[in-house]
């Protein structure tokens, strides 16, 4: 599977959009990003995936480059319940091997 | 959405004692189920794959004899940590998913291991 390289923290107000980043320049045509979040203690979430087009749910969109080498989880109105770790994970659909980097701590503040 | 539990959510035991770990898919059935240890402020690290009724297949540097993996029905794992010593200290998180899950592997809450 690629590689990723996120920020290792970031903080974010209250009630404003928190747009966290993900470089995966080496990914493969068949690889999709997953986006997880893992709050203290608990286990990871899974949040959002896509393969080239933009993406939204009720937690949250994900944007990707045209050229698929990075990509941008946007989570809209963050809250203080949004604090975790936010993992980006590129993988092969129905490959469940799944490889968690060291992922963006997002703090969000009041 | 589909669920998975892990029992105990926590445990303290003796050095040199066993500990068994239980992940169960609730409300779907697990063809693959994935092992993961997380030590403080560091990421999920994978330990073994496990199919159900085959033998688990371990990530390199993960001591087989030491981290008995037994996946005997499709919605049950367990993870036995033998002879455990204070270094096993650690958060153990499993994870499940279908055959067709394609997309979302299931996550449990984790278990807080504390080897004293």
């Known amino acids: 599977d690629a590689k990723t390289t996120q920020p290792t923290s970031m903080d974010c107000a209250e009630g404003r959009a928190a747009n966290l980043p993900c470089n995966h320049s080496t990914i493969s045509g068949n690889e999709y990003v997953y986006w997880y979040r893992q709050i203290h203690s608990q286990g990871p979430q899974y949040i959002i995936h896509?393969?080239?087009n933009n993406e939204t749910n009720e937690m949250a969109s994900l944007i990707i480059t045209e050229d698929r080498k990075s990509s941008t989880l946007i989570l809209p109105h963050a809250t203080l319940r949004d604090t975790a770790v936010y993992y980006c994970?590129?993988?092969?659909?129905?490959?469940?091997?799944?490889?968690f980097g060291a992922g963006t701590r997002l703090t969000v503040k009041p | 959405g589909a669920v998975v539990s892990q029992h105990p959510s926590w445990v303290i035991c003796k050095s040199g004692t066993s500990v068994k770990i239980e992940c169960r898919s609730l409300?779907?059935?697990?063809?693959?189920m994935f092992w993961y240890r997380q030590f403080p402020k560091q990421s999920l690290m994978l330990m073994a794959t496990s199919n159900e009724g085959s033998k688990a297949t371990y990530e390199q540097g993960v001591e087989k004899d030491k981290f008995l993996i037994n996946h005997a029905s499709l919605t049950l794992s367990t993870l036995t940590v033998t002879s455990a010593h204070p270094e096993d200290s650690s958060f153990y998180i499993c994870?499940?998913?279908?055959?067709?899950?394609?997309?979302?592997?299931?996550f449990g809450p984790g278990t807080r291991l504390t080897v004293t």
């Open positions: 994870s499940a998913a279908t055959g067709t899950s394609g997309y979302e592997q299931y």
């Open positions: 896509g393969l080239k």
């Open positions: 409300d779907f059935q697990a063809t693959t």
């Open positions: 994970i590129v993988r092969v659909l129905n490959n469940n091997d799944m490889r």
